[in-house]
């Protein structure tokens, strides 16, 4: 893998630097609810300040357009959608003032940023704003690219995207990675190229997401733990009774095309569930019990691993030498259901450090890796959910094409 990182720029000193950056994190009321994405993008921004460049921060949030139905042109007075509380959480982590305008592109923006010193920062607004940003539209990136000298990608999570400000505006300007996305890239390969045993840990719900990786990785995998919603899936294509629970006929044919696959090699590398714990209502009220597999009757809702799965999981993960997690084993956001995700977390918390190389990833699974309060001792914790599983996959990546290969 070749990386064209930042540290390898000649004469970096007092450039001006477009960072795109991924601050897409939750808000509310208009204030940072979790500041995790910005504090992984800290090492890079700093690195640019310690040469006293000039660093224009753009990034997108959430779905502004989509939300609004709105398919055209600029989208005014979202303020919901605005990077400012964005800019003023940097400003904080940095202990350093961050200029914030309120627009990505226009003479505002090109006015705002020709007049920076060296060692300022200004934070643009909302990248998606403009439909051209998710159009990959070039004319989009060449004005972003044409605020600086050089272009820095450290958005991970939508490095799968063929969008503007990841993808065409790399025409434009020397482009290289960020130091964050450079860490994920050779964290990430380092599942590409294990050191083995590889244990794979996959639940979560939209099974579609993740075949590609079950797929690319099952030469490697020593073997592969399936829990959450995605063994449901599986199970009911082996023809056990998942009675109520999330499932639906697509995912179940495609678990059962990956699971022919797996056996193809001859081996049983996909473990499934041997106990699950069951509720009668979907929303998990009422009674709550643990059943063995051949135990699930019609009218129960699989919402989380039983105990004898967490045993058997964690026998595996405690052999591994690098492991991979993403997806949640149950229902985690309710407290009966949360048990099988925060054990196998801790399991692969601890293994993690020093025996394997374990690496995590993915929105929910991060949420719930955090409630262990051991996300520290996890080798690396992925910034990207989609991005991740793509780069396992080895699906295209428009934001790394040039950058990192
Ligand atoms: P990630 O965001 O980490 O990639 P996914 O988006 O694939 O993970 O799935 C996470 C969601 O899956 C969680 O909100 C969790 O509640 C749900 N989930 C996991 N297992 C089950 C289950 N057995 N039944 C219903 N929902 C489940
Ligand atoms: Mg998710």
């Known amino acids: 893998m070749k990386i064209k990182s930042i540290r390898a720029v ?25 500041d995790f994405k910005i504090a992984a993008s800290l090492p890079t921004i700093r690195f640019l300040l310690r040469y006293k460049c000039r660093v224009i921060i753009g ?6 357009l989509k939300q609004a139905g709105k398919k055209t042109g600029r989208q005014e007075n979202k303020k919901e959608y605005s990077t400012k509380p964005i800019a003023r959480r940097l400003g904080e ?26 060692g300022e920062i200004l934070m643009l607004e909302n990248l998606r704003f403009y439909k051209e940003e998710k159009e990959n539209d070039k004319e989009f990136a060449r004005e972003l690219a044409s605020l600086a000298d050089i272009y820095v990608n450290n958005a991970f999570a939508v490095s799968h995207r063929a969008h503007a400000s990841v993808s065409a505006i790399k025409k434009y300007k020397p482009a290289y990675a960020g130091l964050l996305l450079e860490n994920e890239v050779l964290s990430l390969k380092k599942i590409l190229t294990p050191r083995k045993p590889l244990v794979v840990v996959i639940g979560g719900a939209k099974i579609k997401t993740k075949l590609p990786m079950l797929k690319k990785i099952r030469r490697n ?11 449901n899936n599986f199970l009911s294509a082996l023809g056990y009774e998942v009675g109520r629970s999330l499932v639906d006929e697509e995912n179940i044919k495609l678990a059962k095309k990956i699971y022919s696959k797996y056996k193809f090699l001859g081996n049983k590398k996909i473990i499934l569930p041997l106990d ?46 690098t492991i991979a997690w993403n997806g949640p084993m149950g229902k985690f956001e309710s407290d009966h ?34 409630m262990t309060k051991m996300m520290d001792y996890v080798d690396w914790v992925s910034t990207g959910g989609g991005a991740m ?11 790394l094409k040039g950058i990192a290969r």
């Open 10 to 34: 000649k004469k970096i000193a007092g450039k001006k630097v477009f960072l795109r950056a991924d601050f897409n994190i939750p808000l509310k009321n208009g204030k940072v609810e979790d």
């Open 59 to 64: 990034t997108h949030l959430g779905r502004p």
């Open 93 to 118: 982590l940095l202990g350093r003032k961050v200029k914030f305008i309120d627009d990505c592109v226009g003479p505002k923006v090109r006015e705002a940023a020709s007049g920076m010193k060296e």
């Open 221 to 231: 995998a020593g073997k592969v733990l399936v829990g959450g919603a995605l063994a």
């Open 276 to 321: 699950v714990v069951v509720s009668k209502r979907k929303d998990g009220g009422g009674k709550v019990s643990v059943k063995d597999i051949d135990k699930v009757n019609k009218s129960d809702v699989i919402l989380d691993i039983g105990p004898r799965t967490i045993k058997l999981f964690s026998a595996f993960i405690k052999e591994a030498r």
């Open 337 to 370: 259901f949360r048990h099988g995700t925060l054990s196998i977390a801790r399991v692969i918390a601890a293994r993690s450090t020093g025996t394997a190389f374990g690496v995590v990833g993915g929105g929910e699974t991060v949420e719930a890796l955090k």
């Open 389 to 399: 599983l793509a780069f396992l996959g080895g699906e295209k990546m428009p934001g």
